[in-house]
């Protein structure tokens, strides 16, 4: 297993939330899968959830050292569950590509948030080299 990269992010939980009741569903559709916000959408606190996952791709899009854009869109980076409830990151099209042209084979997240605070982790990790 070789390492691609890291990356780390906080977001203020606040500032999601204001997002949200501010823009409604055109800022929900625009940074999140329908699969993401039918999840968020069943929580108690739903800003709290999205917050996590803003997060989790702007640490992804670090650790894949694209920043979010061309190579990786917020639509593209997406935040599932396993069935032990671990969160679990798919990438899809350009995201995808791009990890593959790039030996990325897996790309590892963890997530936490207070209610105050939201923040991800993330390792992008390449095939091994035998």
Request: with cysteine; glycine share 8%.
């Amino acid at each position: 297993m070789t390492l691609h990269g890291i990356g780390i992010d906080v977001v203020e939980v606040a500032r999601i939330a204001a997002a949200i009741e501010r823009h409604g569903e055109a800022f929900v559709a625009r940074l999140f899968t329908a699969a993401e916000r039918a999840y968020c959408d069943t929580k108690k606190a739903p800003a709290i959830h999205y917050a996590a996952r803003f997060a989790a791709k702007e640490a992804v899009a670090k650790a894949l050292g694209t920043g979010i854009g061309a190579h990786a869109g917020w639509l593209e980076l997406e935040v599932t569950h396993l069935a032990s409830g671990a969160p679990k990151l798919s990438l899809h099209g350009a995201a995808a590509a791009f990890a593959n042209s790039h030996g990325i084979r897996e790309v590892q997240i963890s997530l936490t948030h207070t209610h105050a605070y939201a923040a991800a982790n993330a390792v992008a990790v390449k095939a091994s080299m035998t």
